[in-house]
């Protein structure tokens, strides 16, 4: 699987490493990866909450429309 892996690039330094790790586990459609999504809301770069916003909107979790 290649979800480990993706988990570990969404650590990265690289905002650009982070962002499509977390673009691939939304297409992964992972419902278990929408804490993630959430806590990268609050990230700096722009780019990267935009990747969360929609990766959450990818997965359909309602439970996360509050953090939106």
């Known amino acids: 699987s290649v979800v ?4 570990n690039a969404q ?7 982070r962002d499509g790790a ?3 586990l ?3 459609g992972n419902r278990a990866e929408t804490i993630v ?3 990268a809301l609050k990230e700096k770069d ?5 990747a969360a916003v929609e ?3 990818a997965i359909k979790d309602p ?3 509050e953090a939106m």
């Open 55 to 57: 990766a959450l909107e």
């Open 26 to 28: 939304a297409l992964l």
């Open 4 to 7: 480990p892996i993706l988990r």
């Open 22 to 24: 977390g673009v691939a």
């Open 11 to 17: 650590r990265d330094n690289d905002g650009r490493v």
């Open 37 to 39: 999504f959430e806590s």
């Open 46 to 50: 722009r780019g990267i909450r935009l």
């Open 63 to 65: 439970r996360s429309a």
